[in-house]
């Protein structure tokens, strides 16, 4: 079946580089993607979130692309801070009426100081 | 604004033994949602409900069953807990299947 799948599952990075995390999806039915940030022992935070109709999109410190021709998303944090250590999750919805999200297993991302 | 609040934190439960995790939002949000995290199979869904009154059955249903009485609450039931059931559960809610699903804190389960 169709899936989201991620390909590095670890990324350590300096504080105050640039951090991209990938993620590659296999529905090209999927119309909506989404970010998600999950620290320790919390539930998932939204970040950001792109529709198909876009390719880029950016909030704070934070930059999401799409790629529809690989079936690729991204997300780049600028300038990483130590705050932004967590597991990140893409997600897709695929439409339709059942209003589900299928997830990646996530990225773990560590800052170091 | 809480946004969605879940009960208990935590909770150790004998094997056989019936729980209910309570799961409120206060966005009026139509859609809600109950998965499970497991370390290395990420998160999977359990139940959701599109709206109040509906619920439909996730990727791992098997177990537990849900109800939708009204647009703030999605208690999830465990009828007789099994160790296979010890997990991490997160309820979510969701305006609509193009908008993002916001979560609640989590509840640990550890079923002996």
């Known amino acids: 079946g169709e899936s989201v799948g991620l390909h590095l599952p670890t990324l350590s990075v300096q504080e105050g580089d640039n951090s991209i995390i990938n993620c590659a999806y296999s529905n090209s039915a999927s119309d909506y993607f989404i970010w998600y940030k999950q620290e320790s022992g919390k539930g998932p935070q939204f970040i950001i979130d792109?529709?198909?109709?876009?390719d880029k999109r950016q909030g704070q410190r934070v930059t999401v692309l799409l790629n529809k021709t690989v079936k690729h998303l991204s997300l780049q944090i600028a300038a990483t801070q130590p705050g932004d250590s967590a597991v990140y999750f893409c997600a897709e919805n695929s439409g339709g009426s059942n209003y589900k999200l299928t997830f990646g297993k996530g990225t773990l991302l560590t800052v170091n100081p | 604004t809480a946004g969605i609040t879940q009960a208990p934190t935590s909770q150790i439960l004998a094997a056989g033994r019936s729980m209910t995790l309570r799961c409120t939002q206060d966005?009026?949000?139509?859609?809600m949602y109950w998965y499970r995290q497991d370390l290395g199979l990420g998160l999977r869904l359990i139940h959701y409900s599109n709206t109040a009154g509906t619920t439909g059955k996730g990727e791992v249903p098997d177990g537990y069953s849900v109800s939708r009485a009204n647009t703030d609450d999605f208690p999830l039931t465990l009828a007789s807990a099994v160790p296979s059931q010890t997990s991490v559960y997160f309820c979510?809610?969701?305006?609509?299947?193009?908008?993002?699903?916001?979560f609640g804190p989590g509840t640990r389960l550890t079923v002996l």
């Open positions: 792109i529709r198909s109709n876009m």
């Open positions: 979510a809610s969701g305006a609509g299947h193009t908008d993002t699903q916001y």
């Open positions: 966005m009026r949000h139509n859609a």
